[in-house]
């Protein structure tokens, strides 16, 4: 007799907490236990403070205006998800991000697929 099983499921659970989330990139690095922490971000571009409205002496509403400078554009990166991992669980993602990317490249072709500075995109 074995002192193994013959095998070992895993079987899955959400927490309630769990949200799908969107994200344009990671900022992070390798904190001082040498550990991966990964802080997955959302851009757009920064809400005004205020925005205002004049309002015309017969009542109407006219165009809305809001303070912007137009030297300078200012993008939020709003960080909704952090995620640390170890060395190994680190390794394994990366091998698994290869097999999907490589997946994606063989159904839609090379032809298919475009790279440039903003990122990602479909042709």
């Keep these: ?6 095998r070992v499921r895993y079987e899955y659970e959400m927490d309630p907490e ?6 344009h990139g990671v ?12 802080s997955f971000y ?10 205002e409205r004049l309002i ?5 509403f006219g165009e809305e205006s809001a303070p912007f400078s137009e030297e300078e ?3 939020t990166r709003h960080i ?11 390794r394994a993602m990366l091998e698994w991000l290869e097999d999907k990317i490589a997946a994606i490249e063989a159904e839609a072709g090379a032809s298919a697929l475009s790279f440039d500075d903003t990122g990602f995109h479909h042709q």
């Design 1 to 6: 007799m074995s002192q193994y099983p013959n």
């Design 80 to 90: 909704h998800s952090r995620v640390i991992m170890n060395y190994h669980t680190a």
């Design 73 to 75: 554009r200012v993008i």
């Design 42 to 51: 959302l851009e757009s571009d920064k809400l005004p403070p205020y925005s």
């Design 18 to 23: 769990t949200r799908l989330r969107y994200s």
């Design 27 to 38: 900022w992070g690095g390798i904190n001082p236990q040498g550990e991966i922490e990964i």
């Design 56 to 60: 015309a002496p017969d009542g109407s």
